[in-house]
């Protein structure tokens, strides 16, 4: 099971941190689409933002525990505020899909 957590700013709702984790398991491994499309959209975010973007974030990924994080010590601006959202967009869209292999929170962080 993949689970992506993303992570809000109370005040104002702007992203503050995404958090991938685990495995889909959907089948085996090299043709698991979903596992395949998490992983591109969370790279592809993470390549947007750094190619689009002057935002200062921090990315971290290992990949043989399925994990990859993406925080973001100050309020994104709003070119990344859109790329944020489009990932958002694509990730629940392949959820409601695949909700049986991943599951995505979304959070207000204090």
């Known amino acids: 099971m993949i689970e992506i957590t993303i992570c809000k700013r109370p ?5 503050r941190s995404i958090q991938v984790s685990g495995h889909a398991d959907s089948v085996e491994e090299g043709a698991d689409l979903v596992c ?3 992983s591109v959209l969370t790279i592809n975010l993470v390549n ?3 190619h689009f973007t002057d935002d200062s974030f921090m990315f971290d990924q290992h990949e043989s525990i399925g994990f ?3 925080v973001f010590p100050e309020e994104p601006s709003k070119e ?6 489009s990932y958002e967009l694509g990730i629940m869209s392949t959820a409601a899909q695949y909700g049986d292999w991943l599951k995505v929170y979304t959070q207000e962080e204090v």
């Open 36 to 38: 395949c499309s998490v």
């Open 11 to 15: 005040e104002n709702k702007t992203y």
């Open 80 to 85: 990344a505020e859109l790329l944020l959202r």
């Open 48 to 50: 947007s933002l750094d």
């Open 68 to 70: 990859m994080s993406v």
